[in-house]
């Protein structure tokens, strides 16, 4: 595996714990259920996201693409969860 | 449903009065709190109707908010709007929608530029954070960032999850109507706004006029091209797409459920 592309699984791990804190969190204050279902959601996209990059099946990056983290997850989320999305989508766009 | 509110309505009598007047019985505030939108609904009857006593307490407030203590100036706001409401801890802008007291309380706050911290603009939800990044990272090359006063009404457009706003989904993207015209199928409206399905489906849609002499914050261009981590399935966008610093919910004028 290239250090790129382990830097970015890296990376996917930090939001993933992060996502699942906000889970966690955002359950045991019951909060919206709006905000629970995004959470959950972000939890499964990100895991089912580094998975398929530990496999080498991530899509090959052209033309500028973007991964849509920053735009889904920003979306419904304003804090360091964002941030990671942001910045996982510059190094998709930037370094791999 | 949101309401527009009716400034104008407003500017010769208390809120108390016009809410009287209305029919109301209750009013509803919305305080946004990190993003997370918590509805607090006050009893008319409860409302005050003496402005000077209603600037007091807004005075107080901002001078706990200045001094860090969130509790304390959210309970001088809930004094100023006659709330009962439940206690919010942190917070970064109060708004309003809804048929609401916020309008007075809007007409106070815009004379005191910084009454409320973080809050740029009354009435308003931020997305200023991270503006810069998000545009670099969801828009092709040539865009344009626009701030100042529009010249004209701007009717907007956004497909988006069915969701209530700040708990699932937020007012930072919309496209024009013509490009929302000219969509002919909710696959096309994915394609071309590169949204991906695997973040849910866009069931509603919301309409928006933003009056002319508004003053307003946005990057125009068009929507970047994705690719599905989980599918590798490409969006290709190409389409008008708006991203906005800061949105006031009160624009919105009809949402509608997609089938």
Redesign the interface.
């Known amino acids: 595996m290239d250090d790129n592309l382990q830097g970015f699984i890296e990376l996917t791990d930090k939001a993933i714990s992060v996502a699942k804190n906000k889970l966690k969190q955002l359950t045991e204050t019951n909060?919206?259920?709006?905000?629970i279902?995004?959470a959950e959601?972000t939890v499964k996209?990100l895991t089912?996201?580094r998975d398929?990059?530990a496999n080498g099946?991530?899509?090959r990056?052209s033309?500028?693409?973007?991964?849509?983290?920053?735009?889904?997850i920003?979306?419904?989320?304003?804090?360091e969860l964002?941030?990671l999305a942001?910045d996982l989508?510059?190094y998709y766009?930037t370094k791999m | 449903m949101l309401d527009k509110i009716d400034q104008s309505a407003l500017s010769d009598q208390s809120v108390k009065g016009w809410a009287v007047q209305t029919g109301l019985k209750t009013l509803k505030v919305c305080v946004f709190t990190?993003?997370?939108?918590t509805e607090i609904t006050a009893d008319v009857a409860r409302l005050g109707s003496d402005l000077p006593a209603m600037e007091r307490a807004l005075n107080s407030s901002k001078e706990s908010f200045a001094k860090g203590d969130l509790k304390q100036g959210f309970r001088h706001l809930g004094n100023f709007l006659g709330l009962s409401g439940r206690e919010v801890g942190r917070a970064t802008v109060i708004v309003s929608v809804v048929k609401n007291v916020a309008a007075k309380f809007i007409s106070v706050a815009e004379r005191e530029p910084g009454l409320i911290n973080g809050a740029s603009r009354a009435g308003r939800i931020d997305?200023s954070?991270?503006f810069s990044?998000?545009i670099?990272?969801?828009f092709?090359?040539g865009y344009r960032i626009f701030e100042g006063r529009t010249a004209k009404d701007i009717v907007l457009v956004q497909f988006h999850?069915d969701?209530?706003i700040g708990?699932?989904?937020?007012l930072?993207?919309w496209t024009s109507v013509d490009e929302a015209n000219a969509f002919t199928s909710t696959d096309d409206i994915m394609h071309k706004l590169?949204?991906?399905p695997?973040?849910?489906e866009r069931g509603a849609v919301s309409v928006a006029r933003i009056p002319k002499g508004t003053e307003v914050s946005y990057c125009v261009g068009i929507a970047?091209?994705?690719?599905?981590?989980?599918t590798?399935e490409?969006?290709r966008g190409g389409g008008k797409q708006y991203l906005f610093k800061d949105f006031d919910p009160s624009w919105i004028v009809e949402r509608r459920t997609l089938n």
């Open positions: 909060s919206n259920r709006g905000l279902e995004m959601l996209n089912a996201m398929n990059a099946k991530l899509p990056p033309n500028g693409a973007s991964l849509g983290l920053s735009y889904h920003g979306d419904w989320c304003n804090d964002y941030e942001l989508d510059e766009q | 990190a993003g997370v939108v997305y954070k991270e990044r998000d670099a990272r969801n092709k090359p999850p969701k209530v708990a699932g989904r937020s930072k993207y590169a949204i991906l695997e973040w849910g970047q091209l994705k690719k599905s981590p989980l590798s490409v969006f």
